[in-house]
């Protein structure tokens, strides 16, 4: 019997060829009941992987992975479960780094009030930080990546090297044995990822840093063996959905 990691990579590639599958094709298609194959279309809506229609799935665009204005638009009780999560590891009197990510930018709606100093390149999470006098916040200007909702210049990188960090939380679109496609001064370094981003092998603009670089990792599902081992020995795993069914 195939594992619901088997059975979504069958069916993202199935959207693939098809762009849509109802939830009875996916039953046919996975040889699995309809209470299955409708945990399936919650899993990969809920991780903007696909469009919940009526009936079935559509596919959001070309990559495993779909960009960040159709991601923006998923309300992902696992994105906020990680977003949650990742707010525990953000303390008063901090110099913290965001970058833009759909997650991180839930997650600065748990940062309200926090007596903290935040930078970032995202329009999204400076939006979001603005709902009240803290946390005190850092845009960094440049370019407007319109697509990404992000600037960048080379005036950014070089006042970012200027800073000493205590934290930076990293969001990414893809995680591989080469990296994760920054901030090279910090005292802690915190990757957001979900499982399904670790398969996937579409190329991302840039690379971010090395996946040693990370502190800890907070993801969705449990990860396999050979995800791992892209990380140092001493990281701290966090895996929400793992953890969730401990309690």
């Known amino acids: 019997m195939q594992s619901q990691v088997e059975r979504l990579d069958l069916i993202r590639r199935t959207l693939d060829e098809r762009k849509t599958i109802s939830t009875r094709e996916i039953m046919q298609l996975c040889q699995v009941s309809f209470d299955t194959a409708r945990r399936d279309v919650i899993k990969l809506t809920n991780t903007g992987q696909a469009i919940r ?71 999204d999470n400076a939006g979001a930080l603005m709902m009240d006098n803290l946390p005190n916040v850092i845009l960094l200007g440049g370019y407007l990546n319109k697509e990404n909702h992000y600037t960048s210049s080379l005036n950014s990188l070089k006042e970012i090297d200027q800073y000493e960090f205590d934290v930076a939380v990293i969001g990414t679109s893809s995680v591989n044995k080469n990296g994760v496609f920054v901030v090279n001064r910090t005292k802690t370094v915190i990757l ?16 971010v840093m090395d996946c040693k670089q990370a502190d800890v990792l907070i993801t969705d599902n449990r990860l396999a063996p050979q995800y791992r081992k892209y990380f140092k020995k001493n990281i701290k795993i966090r895996e929400v959905l793992a953890e969730e069914s401990q309690n």
């Open 53 to 123: 229609i009526h009936g079935g799935l559509m596919k959001i665009k070309q990559g495993t992975v779909p960009d960040y204005n159709s991601r923006a638009h998923v309300l992902s009780p696992i994105k906020n479960k990680m977003a949650k999560m990742t707010a525990k590891y953000l303390t008063a009197d901090k110099l913290i780094y965001l970058n833009a990510s759909t997650t991180i930018s839930q997650l600065c709606h748990y940062l309200t009030g926090l007596n903290a100093t935040i930078m970032t390149n995202s329009i």
């Open 192 to 207: 957001l990822a979900e499982e399904y981003k670790f398969k996937e092998d579409r190329s991302s603009p840039y690379k």
